[in-house]
């Protein structure tokens, strides 16, 4: 088994809060690892470094064995690394279909063509609605993406990032602000993702994560304090302290 | 793109058509006056189509383009003072020395956002009103006669003024049709996406100031192009051209007819510049009806003329 994403001694700091404190952490190729910790855990953070938005103080990012530390954003996701976003984050006054077309868009090339109608390139619409129709979308593509409700937002977010064909995704709360049934319907869809993907999930629903996760990492204060199967986590004393309290550890 | 022809699109085709019969009318009534407004306002409306294509396509709030008014004119203003007349050298130079100029300014400012994307445009503007001010040579401060409008071969005499509104008038279709050709085109979408949500752009893989960049570009160049338009209409060139009072006049014409639609800056330089006519007419404190006309616009028209045609299209 092979390492897709390796991290190696990361750290970054905002002042004087310390975000990622040299944190190691490697990502098996086909593995769907889960990340979770207390708020202000640093795991936005991790992501953020992870696809690129913010460059780490110091420390090394691997990814399928080359050395992305000082790749920009779009060049990594170029590689195959997509990201979603925990506070939602798309092409609002844009319509579904565009949305999903331009992630397309951005992995077909170099965008300097200024003549044809883009709205009618099936090389561009055709993988699009594809996307749209694995997450369940296909009937709400001419909308505009303020139309659609909160959880179809988080839909269209998966929609754009496997529009991608990425490698590997990493997901900020992708269950952040759902209902029970979307949750339901999002822990469904993910459970398929990971039979093609490798997958980094942060999440805050720990239901979701224990039956989703092959792998846990545990982060508190930007520092990892354990990482293993849902079951050595579940048994830590240390976690049990620092996190998931008394409370879920005698459900788990 | 699912309805070819709705409200807008028709009354959009409806105004052209009606400029195009505009010189029959002229020649009708007698009345120069009327070809001399509506020659500047088709040329007016090929910067503000210019501008809108940055500003309600690229949402890159440019404070300073009646830089390439000026520019677009200088060329043509400073070419012809020293001797070479001719359109085939004077207009190409215009337009290349505008789009150097927008590389430069876009390269720089494209770096910042918001508040401070305003500002720089606006300096680098007021700079290039400053440096054309001092050129002594050239008239500095009080500007630049022409001594003839530029020439090219036979029949294409700028000075016949019927002539001279049409060309300007196939000028002003051809950046419309340029501009729907782009804004609809991968590259079109790319800058959108890039208005919309930058972050989320790169996020998916688009270097976006490269996409934005190149739009600022074709944008300023477009507006040189007017700019040596301008400068033929008038016969003349000076720094007012560019002074930052005309970049907001271009803003305005864009925002009141309908920032980010096809016909939008079309409808708002016609409305402002015959408003303008219309009520200096009226009275010599004009300005103060055309004000709160506009704030009533802005308040409740979001989408300005255009937005009042029809509801907003998305995708």
Not at chain 1, 42 to 61: C, E, F, H
Not at chain 1, 77 to 92: K, M, N
Not at chain 2, 41 to 52: C, D, Q, T
Not at chain 2, 231 to 242: E, G, I, L, Q, R
């Amino acid at each position: 088994m092979a390492d897709l994403l390796r991290v190696e001694n990361l750290a970054k700091r905002f002042g004087g809060i310390i975000a990622t404190d040299d944190l190691t952490l490697d990502i098996v190729d086909g593995e769907l690892h889960a990340i979770i910790g207390p708020n202000g855990a640093g795991k936005t953070t991790l992501i953020a470094q992870l696809s690129g938005q913010y460059w780490p103080d110091s420390g090394r990012i691997y990814f399928a064995g080359n050395d992305i530390t000082a790749v920009p954003m779009y060049a990594r996701s170029a590689l195959g690394l997509a990201r979603t976003f925990q506070i939602t984050s798309l092409f609002l006054d844009l319509s579904v279909l565009d949305n999903v077309a331009l992630a397309v868009q951005a992995h077909a090339g170099h965008s300097f063509h200024f003549w044809r109608d883009a709205r009618r390139e099936p090389e561009l619409r055709d993988p699009a609605r594809a996307a749209l129709a694995r997450v369940g979308l296909e009937g709400r593509a001419s909308l505009p993406a303020s139309a659609l409700s909160h959880g179809e937002h988080r839909q269209l977010e998966l929609a754009m990032a496997l529009a991608s064909r990425p490698r590997m995704l990493l997901l900020d709360e992708p269950m952040a602000g759902l209902g029970p049934e979307e949750s339901t319907r999002m822990v469904a869809m993910l459970r398929e993702l990971k039979k093609e993907l490798t997958i980094l999930l942060v999440e805050h629903d720990m239901e979701a994560v224990f039956a989703l996760a092959d792998r846990i990492t545990v982060l508190v204060y930007g520092r990892v304090i354990a990482s293993g199967t849902p079951d050595d986590i579940r048994n830590n004393a240390q976690v049990r302290d620092a996190y998931l309290g008394e409370q879920e550890a005698s459900r788990g | 793109m699912t309805r070819a022809l709705d409200l807008r699109t028709v009354v959009g085709i409806a105004l052209l058509v009606a400029l195009i019969l505009l010189p029959i009318y002229v020649e009708a009534t007698g009345s120069r006056f009327l070809l001399t407004l509506f020659t500047r306002i088709v040329i007016l409306a090929i910067a503000a189509v210019s501008l809108n294509l940055i500003l309600g396509y690229g949402g890159m709030m440019s404070f300073g383009h009646a830089a390439y008014l000026g520019i677009g004119g200088y060329a043509v203003g400073i070419l012809s003072f020293e001797g070479v007349s001719s359109g085939f050298v004077q207009w190409p130079v215009a337009l290349v020395v505008s789009a150097l100029f927008a590389l430069v300014i876009g390269a720089l400012s494209l770096r910042t956002r918001g508040v401070y994307f305003i500002m720089i445009t606006l300096a680098f503007a007021q700079m290039t009103y400053y440096i054309v001010a001092g050129l002594a040579r050239y008239g500095g401060d009080d500007g630049l006669t022409l001594q003839k409008r530029s020439q090219f071969v036979a029949p294409v005499n700028l000075s016949n003024k019927i002539q001279f509104y049409y060309i300007c008038l196939a000028l002003l279709c051809a950046s419309l049709y340029l501009v729907w050709r782009i804004v609809n085109s991968r590259f079109g979408l790319a800058v959108q996406g890039a208005r919309s949500n930058d972050t989320r752009m790169r996020a998916i893989g688009f270097p976006t100031y490269r996409y934005k960049l190149i739009c600022f570009v074709i944008a300023g160049t477009l507006c040189g192009l007017a700019g040596a338009l301008i400068a033929n209409h008038t016969d003349f060139v000076s720094p007012a051209m560019m002074y930052w009072t005309r970049s907001g006049d271009l803003i305005i014409m864009v925002v009141l007819g309908g920032m980010g639609s096809l016909f939008g800056p079309l409808f708002g330089t016609v409305a402002l510049l015959v408003l303008e006519e219309a009520l200096s007419g009226i009275t010599e404190y004009w300005q103060i009806i055309l004000g709160p006309l506009l704030l009533l616009i802005v308040l409740f028209a979001r989408g300005g003329i255009d937005g009042l045609l029809g509801k907003v299209r998305h995708g």
